[in-house]
C-alpha cells in the first residue's frame, strides 16, 4: 500500500545520498579509524571530514564535537558531566515538557537527592522565563531546556535563556534534536555550553547522535573506555553512520531554506485545511514561533489511537497525544503541563512533514481525515452531547 | 503498534450495532471523556430476552472492537445468560486483548450490569467501598473483584484492568495492600519469600559484593569492602581507582545499591565511609 509518512519527528528516512555515501563503509573501507596503517588511516580522514560537516551544520569547531550512539546518550552525557564537574551543587533545572531522555534523568536524580525545578509552559506551549530564571541559585548545577518540542513543535527562545544562565556561571544544555535541521542554529550566538542531537531525524540513520561540548567547559566522560573522541567517549567509531550523519548535516544545511519556505507552506496548508473542514479542531501550542514542520491538532471528542489506526488504513502515518497509543492511561505530559481539555487532549493528533513530502500527499490527507473524524464522532456519545450542550465533563 | 487481533481489527473497522435506541429499556452509561474512553450501551428487552443491543463508544480501537463484540455476544441472549458474561469472555470473543487493554473488556462487562440493573428497576448501586485511586475513581471493591476474578497478581495488572494506578500513583502502596491481603487468603498463589534474618542479610550482602559488584568495578581498577551493616545501612569502604574517582558517588547509588537492592533487600541504603 503507499505511504504518506508524515511522522518526521518520530523518525526520518535516511536520504538516498546519504545511504550512498555510507555503503563503501560497511564492506570495502573497514578498517579502523584508529590503526596505524594506511588501511584505517584513510577511514580516520572521511570521518574526520565528515566531523567537520557536522560542526558546520551549527557553527561548531570539529573538536567540539563528541559522537555518541543517540540522543538519550548525548542528553545524559551532557546532564551527567555537569552534575558530576559541580559536585557540591544539588540543584537542577529543566521544563516540564522535556522528551524523556531529559525527563526521566531528572526525575531519577530527583530520587538521589538532588532538588529539581521544573519550569511549566502556558496553554500555548510558552515556557516561563521568570519562572526558570526565579529558580536559579547559587547552588544551581545545570539547567537544560529543549530547544523545540517534538509535539507542540513550539520553539524555545533558547538564544536568550542560555546566555542568562550562563552569565550566572551555571552550565546550560540544550536537547536539539528537534530543532538541528529545521531551523537555523548558530552556536557561537548563544551561551549553550553543550547541546544534543540525533541523526536519525535529519534523514541520517538511527544509532548516531551528536554532543556539542563548548570549549572550555568542564567535562567528564559517560561512556568509559578507549581514547576515541578525545577520550570523551569510549567506543569504536560508528564509522558509516559517522559519514552517513556528516553528508546528512551537509545536506539538511542546504534545505533549510526549503524547510522553512516550500515545507512550512505545506503544513500551514494541512492545519488550515483540516481546521475549515474539521469543526471543534485546535492547534495545540503557539502558532508563530514553531518549528516549520509540525502541527498538533486535538480534534474534540475522539480518541487518537482510533484516528491513527483509521489514518492507517489508508497509510497516512502520525502520532498522537493519546493515552491508548502509549500503553499508559493519561495523555501525554507535554498536553498536559500546556493544560490542553481532556476533550481535545485525547483526541491529538501529531503531523510531521519533511522536505520529501509533496502537495499532493497533503491533499491526500486533507480528503481523508475530515471522514475519519466524522465516522468516530458518530460513534462517540459525547459528540451529540457536545452539540446540544449536554455535555457534563 | 499494538499487537491487536484481526478480530479486534475487524471489529474496530467494522463495528456491529453503532448507535442509539429509541426509547431503550435498558441503557448503561459507564466511563468519561477524562478517562479516555466511554461507553454507552442501550437494550431493548422483551421481558426476560435481550431483543436488541447498540451502542456509542469513545475510546481507542479495542474499546470500540469490545463494545461491538459484546452488543454480539449478548443479543437473543436472556438476561441470566447475559449477565454470566465476564471481561474475559469479551477479550476471548476477540481473541485476546493486548493486556494494556484489559479495561476496555471490563468497560464492557460495566456498561452491560448496569443496563440490566436499569431494566429491572433495581435502584443504582450506590459507590460502595473507598475510592483508592483518585485519579479514575476506582474503589477498593472494584480492586478486590478485579484482583480475584482475573488472579491479578501486580499493581501494573490492576492499571491494566481496572485502570486504578494509571495517573499519578500516589495510591500504589494501596494497591499493593489491597493484592497482599487477597494473595494470603489465596494459598495457592506463591508467597513472597520470608524476611531475612540479620545474619542472611549480611551474608547475602556479603555475597552479592564479592561475586556480582566486585568483578566490575575491579575492571575498571577499583575495588569495595563491606565495611558494616546496621539495619537497612550498609556501609562500604572503596579503594583503588574507585576512590579518586568523580562518579564513585553515581557508582555507589546507582549500581552499588540498586544491585543490593535487586538481589538482597529493596530497602536497603548504602554509604561510604572512608
Redesign the interface.
Known sequence: MRVIYTDNNATTQVAKPVLDEMIPFYHELYGNPSSMHNFGGQVAKKTAEARQKIAALINADPSEIVLTSCGTESDNTAI?AAI??N?DKKHIVTTRVEHPAVKNLYEHLAK?GYRVTFVPVDRKGILDLDYLYDSLTDDTAVVSVMWANNESGVIFPIEEISREVSDRGIVFHTDAVQAVGKIDIDVKKTGIDMLSFSGHKIHAPKGIGVLYVRKGTKF?PFM?GGHQEKGRRGGTENVPSIIGLGKACELVGEQLEEENTRVRALRDKLETELLKRITDADINGVKDNRLPNTTSIGFG??????IL??MN?FGICASSG????S?????SHVLRAMGVP??SA?GSIRFSLSVYNTEEEVDYIIEKMPPIIERLR?????WKQAQEGK?K? | M?DYTDKV?EH??K?RN?GTIENADGIG?VG?????????LYLKLDGNKILDAKF?????????ASSSALTEMIKGKNIDEARKITNDDIADFLGGLPK??MHCSVLGRDALEKAISHYLGEEEKKVEGEVVCE??GVTDLEIKRAVTENKLTSIEDV?NYV?AG??CEKCHDDIQAIIDEILEKEPSVKKKPAKLTNIQKIKLIGETLEREIQPALEQ?GGSIELVDVDGNLVMVKLCGACATC??S??TL??YVESKLRELVAPELIVEEVK
Open positions: 551527567r558530576t564537574s559536585p538521589r567528564s568509559i471528542y475522539v480518541e487518537g489511537e482510533a489506526l483509521m488504513e493519546s493515552a491508548c497509543t500503553g499508559s492511561l493519561e495523555p481532556f476533550t485525547h458518530e460513534m462517540s456519545p459525547f455535555l465533563n | 499494538w481489527k474496530f473497522l463495528p453503532v452509561e468519561s471523556l477524562a478517562c479516555g474512553d466511554a461507553l454507552t456509542q463508544t469513545f475510546g481507542c480501537a479495542s474499546a470500540i494494556e487493554k485519579c479514575f492499571t485502570k494509571g495517573g575498571d568523580a562518579m558517588q553515581l547509588k546507582d
